[in-house]
């Protein structure tokens, strides 16, 4: 088990649609234990393979908050959102490419999402609250696409400067 170095925003690879995985492989079964273990150290609720540079439609998830309550990591392959509600949500967002910035994205409050875990076997499941969200972030990942794309561009870009900022000073440590 690997902890994997988590990229920040702005880096190419976070702009990519990232083809499907095409077959299940022991690796890609260490890359689930690698992934969920640095989604946990981070410590976050929700990490898409580009996030740290794997470019396949792979995400790792656990929106169990509590610490009272059973874990439940998930690690999905090529997940898809089958149905959404018309319904939406407003959730104060975060990501762990673009470390303390935060801000409320809307999306729909109920999806039903379709994914295959690391045995080959399908699953469909219908998600609501911080689950919901957080599958369609996850999801948008694999799309290229990140939480601050949904806002006015000021904003993103005011935070997309923030981000290049941290970036440079890290480089110089
Ligand atoms: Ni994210």
Redesign the pocket.
């Known amino acids: 088990m690997t902890l994997r170095k988590i990229l920040l925003h702005p880096d190419p690879r976070l702009k990519k649609v990232v083809p499907s995985v095409e077959n299940i492989s022991d690796d890609l079964r260490a890359l689930a234990d690698d992934m969920l273990e640095t989604m946990y150290d981070a410590p976050g609720i ?1 990490l ?1 393979g580009p ?1 740290i540079g794997v470019m396949h439609r792979v995400v790792a998830m656990d929106c169990v908050k509590d610490e009272n309550e059973t874990p439940r990591p998930l690690f999905m392959i090529n997940p898809e959102i089958i149905a959404s509600s018309d319904e939406t949500n407003v959730y104060n967002e975060g ?4 470390p303390e910035h935060f801000a409320d994205v809307e999306r729909p409050a109920e999806v039903d999402v379709r994914w295959t875990d690391v045995d080959g076997k399908e699953h469909t499941e219908h998600f609501d609250g911080l689950w919901a969200t957080c599958v369609q ?2 999801i948008d ?1 694999l799309d290229g696409k ?2 601050i794309d949904y806002l006015k561009p000021l904003k993103r870009q005011m935070i997309t400067r923030k981000m290049q900022k941290l970036k440079r000073e890290q480089a110089r440590v």
């Open positions: 929700g898409a996030q990501c762990l490419s673009l972030h996850e990942h990140l939480f």
